[in-house]
């Protein structure tokens, strides 16, 4: 198992991103090729003990950078450290490709430089969401802003198997984000989505699911255009931080408090961890020959570290393999019933 | 100033409407007409010193349920509270229309029995959104799952008129939601609804905002289609729940931290009362001759009492004179336009 890793890409590269890779490749005992500027990388990697460590150095003379557009640069930049980390997997001598970087450049790079999986129209990027128990996943968080009903379709498809291999639930359910939870309520989108959806094979698909309720458990896996899991998943992140920056303003307010808050501080801290999206591992493109995993720009270490479990797990559970046979799956089972009608 | 109120709608009518009622009734001396079944109005009152209030009982003998669907109770209820309340309104009785029911009923009910606004092609929902100093507007959140890139455009027009007034914000900033903060990062529909924007006399229009920065102040009024925005508003209700949750879990699951948590009880409660949605007076329907204000379906007393202050506000501040005006102008502005190019 080899893992390509983006070292330039992120707020933090190259030192939390190095940084990541070594706790990673200590725990989990994998391969990470460090991609990018060779100087640099050796740099970082000698504050560290990396005796008996596979953390081989690939050089990349160039970097996406955050504010490159991301078409562009993938184009133009072909020594940057994100198209040679994914030429790596696409010559095989990777098995997953794992960035803090740029979103859109991963994005591009990977459906130009890994490719799409044989009958996936559209790449989509699946995420874990918190919930009272856990979380859920859900996608597109982004790799697509409009969409076909038949996406959503295959969205649900590759949810599906991707929670039943890394989250071990035998039958995941599956929703469809709509603004509200009666049937019937939602864009034309989820509609037309919805008549598909019901008749999809290897799906436990329950209907709609409202925006409050994705915290309630209600679903295993929640598909929706990348358009709107982007604006949900920022808006979570917002609030979140919103109710901290409230809550740490109210509580240094009076000195009572603050006692308070000193003495609550472990169960604070538990409450910051259990939404702490650096535990989550970032989201993974799902839809490519093989596996991309964007961790968020302002990963640190553990972020990272999180993010190439994440690639590990999905390598080392084959979830390529079994997506492209689900994908299968819901083609032949059309065709199917084509020909029960002619 | 009469406002009519639905007696009937919401989780915990009618005991809590009325109790608002009388509540606003007191504090901003408006007459309310309590619209729904006489006896059980009259026992409600009955509860409270009502000496000197204005708050005469409104017979309707239906009542349009959470469960109805929309548009056909509308049409068949024809003796309901909101049918009955609506009808007020269009026959001048009334000044503004407040319910905590069915929200698709109090919108279809609004659109018939109380009718769209001259050149208005789509009425709206705004409602308040809690940010790091205080609040901005959003809408649509609900009222209309598909647009055109014209609707958004009276949307910012309308939120724009609603805010200065309301808010007293003199030049109101808005921005389109979106996937990104870059400008060109977007769906179609925002990106033809941008050009539109950006040459829409009388708004200050600054771009795209994504879901993670509405908390961070960067505009006063924030446009997007109503199942995007529902989407937005229903998971920031969500994330906030679970915090709120986990919190307590967290606090009470050692003794230490519940003393914590009792030293620090009231921060905790100021920072429920800043992201409390009671406080923010429901959602406003824009764009019909006359104001509908649709209170959370689960208000309590103090919500129904802040959803009369925000119609009574909009009534005394000429709403819907404002936001005629501001339409008129896009309109003669397209038109101006027109002959310079002809």
Redesign the interface.
């Known amino acids: 198992m080899n893992i390509a890793l983006d070292v330039m890409g992120g707020d933090n590269a190259p030192h939390e991103v190095v940084a990541g890779a070594v706790l990673a490749a200590r725990e989990y005992g994998v391969a990470i090729s460090l991609v990018g500027k060779p100087d640099v990388i050796a740099h970082e990697l000698g504050k560290y003990d990396v005796r008996g460590l596979k953390l081989p150095i690939v050089p990349a003379s160039e970097v996406i950078e955050m504010e490159d557009k991301p078409a562009n640069a993938v184009r133009a930049k072909k020594d940057s450290s994100m198209v040679v980390a994914c030429q790596l997997v696409k010559a095989g001598k990777a098995d997953a490709f794992v960035t803090a970087g740029n979103t859109g450049g991963a994005l591009t790079a990977g459906i130009l430089h890994i490719g799409r999986m044989k009958g996936i129209q559209r790449p989509a990027l699946i995420t874990p969401f918190?919930?009272?128990t856990g979380f859920c996943l859900i996608l597109d968080v982004?790799a697509n802003?409009?969409v076909r009903p038949e996406h959503l379709q295959q969205f649900a498809v590759m949810g599906s198997v991707y929670c039943k291999r890394i989250m071990g639930v035998p039958s995941p359910t599956v929703r469809i984000?709509?603004?509200?939870e009666e049937q019937g309520k939602?864009?034309?989108l989820?509609l037309d989505a919805t008549t598909l959806l019901e008749r999809t094979p290897g799906i436990t698909f329950l209907g709609n699911i409202?925006?409050?309720?994705?915290?309630?458990d209600l679903a295993d896996v929640v598909v929706?255009d990348?358009?709107?899991g982007?604006?949900?998943?920022?808006?979570?992140?917002?609030?979140?931080?919103?109710?901290r920056?409230?809550?740490v303003e109210?509580?240094t307010?009076?000195p009572?408090?603050r006692?308070?808050?000193?003495?609550?501080?472990?169960?604070?801290r538990?409450?910051a961890r259990?939404?702490d999206d650096s535990e989550f591992g970032g989201a993974v493109l799902l839809g490519l020959s093989n596996l991309v995993v964007v961790a968020h720009g302002r990963s640190n270490a553990n972020a990272v570290r999180h993010a190439i479990r994440v690639a590990k797990q999905a390598s080392d559970f084959q979830i390529v393999n079994e997506i492209q046979a689900g994908v299968h799956e819901i083609g032949a089972s059309a065709a199917e019933r084509q020909s029960q009608i002619a």
């Not at 984000?177 to 509200?180: C, Y």
Request: glycine residues 14%; charged residues 20%.
């Open positions: 918190p919930t009272n982004g802003v409009d984000l709509s603004n509200g939602g864009s034309q989820v409202e925006g409050r309720d994705i915290v309630n929706t990348g358009f709107t982007n604006v949900l998943i920022k808006t979570a992140e917002g609030v979140g931080k919103l109710i920056t409230i809550l109210e509580i307010a009076s009572i408090s006692m308070g808050g000193l003495l609550a501080k472990s169960a604070l538990r409450l259990r939404i």
